[in-house]
């Protein structure tokens, strides 16, 4: 593990909560006990996963607010921003929050308290998804026009100098992004989840094995819709998707496996593994993820984000490779 001794000398300055440099940010959950420590230098954002809207729609809901301050200490060493991430698949509750004036401005208020009283650096807003049910979630043709007023709202109450980001589609759907883009700093494209064997969930390139979207594809929809290049963070996963039966698919599980081979896809650059002639898991390794972060750097956006810290091995492979890529150290 890489120590943060390369950190102690770069404590978060007081009153600095965001920056225009390369991001490399990790979703840590609130359901898992794991601390990002003593690895915390191979990170400049954290998304705390997650926070709900409450049950009367004015307000938030902290999954473990005792585990958030905890990440929040770490601040104290470390130039490191911490996020409150609000939402996650199958949270409901926005379409009912963004509906009314009322509702949104309460929700922005204490979207503000929660960032004053915790010391946080920003808030990252991932509803899944406006207008869609997808998720089992309430929805309304109304919700994209909302979730813009909503940003807008949130912008209003934590200021200029606070980080406000939100979490998207891969195929860049359910958002006026022109229409946010005065009040968001970041876009993280949720690249993953695709695809099933026999395809892959989080390829960067498009080949007979990728899944619906692909890395370039969901960069290009997303610049076609009108995001700023410079704002836009590429989303991997630390996880594969697998068939089933085939059990725990996180990184540092599929590690310790001796019975798949695993196998190269050249055009993609993604790889995978193969029992009894076929694809059993979709994933990613240090190889993929070195071609994703060049493309990243390559084509000027701003960095990457994972989910999540804890799917990663032991010595930290995979958030090694995405540190290394992005800031373009050997």
């Not at 590429?234 to 310790?256: E, H, I, N, Q």
């Not at 029992?275 to 750097?297: P, R």
């Amino acid at each position: 593990m890489i120590a943060c001794m390369m950190m102690l000398m770069l404590p978060m300055q007081a009153g600095k909560h965001k920056d225009d440099g390369p991001v490399v940010a990790a979703y840590v959950t609130g359901w898992n006990a794991d601390m990002p420590l003593p690895d915390c230098s191979v990170l400049t954002h954290i998304n705390y996963a997650f926070g709900n809207v409450n049950k009367t729609y004015d307000g938030v809901i902290i999954q473990r607010p005792d585990r958030l301050r905890q990440l929040v200490e770490l601040k104290k060493n470390n130039k490191i921003y911490i996020v409150l991430s609000i939402g996650g698949w199958t949270a409901g509750g926005f379409s009912e929050m963004a509906s009314t004036e009322k509702r949104r401005k309460a929700f922005a208020k204490d979207c503000k308290r929660i960032v004053k009283d915790f010391g946080l650096d920003g808030i990252d807003i991932d509803w899944e998804y406006p207008s869609s049910s997808e998720a089992g979630i309430s929805s309304s043709p109304a919700d994209i026009d909302n979730f813009t007023l909503l940003m807008k709202e949130l912008r209003k109450a934590l200021g200029k100098d606070y980080l406000l980001s939100c979490a998207t589609i891969a195929d860049a759907r359910f958002v006026d992004f022109k229409a946010i883009d005065p009040y968001v700093d970041l876009v993280n494209i949720m690249m993953y989840d695709v695809g099933n064997p026999p395809y892959h969930h989080a390829a960067l390139y498009r080949s007979e094995m990728s899944g619906r979207v692909t890395a370039e594809e969901a960069f290009q929809a997303h610049l076609d819709a009108g995001v700023p290049v410079n704002k836009l963070v590429m989303g991997v996963p630390f996880y594969g998707r697998s068939v089933k039966g085939f059990g725990d698919s996180s990184f540092g599980a599929l590690v310790k496996r001796n019975d798949a081979t695993r196998m190269w896809d050249d055009v993609a650059k993604a790889p995978y593994l193969v029992k009894d002639g076929e694809m059993v898991c979709t994933y990613e390794d240090a190889e993929s993820l070195s071609w994703k972060c060049k493309f990243i750097k390559e084509k000027g956006m701003r960095g990457a984000m994972y989910w999540e810290y804890r799917c990663d091995d032991e010595v930290g492979t995979l958030r090694n490779a995405v540190w290394n890529g992005i800031m373009g150290q050997p």
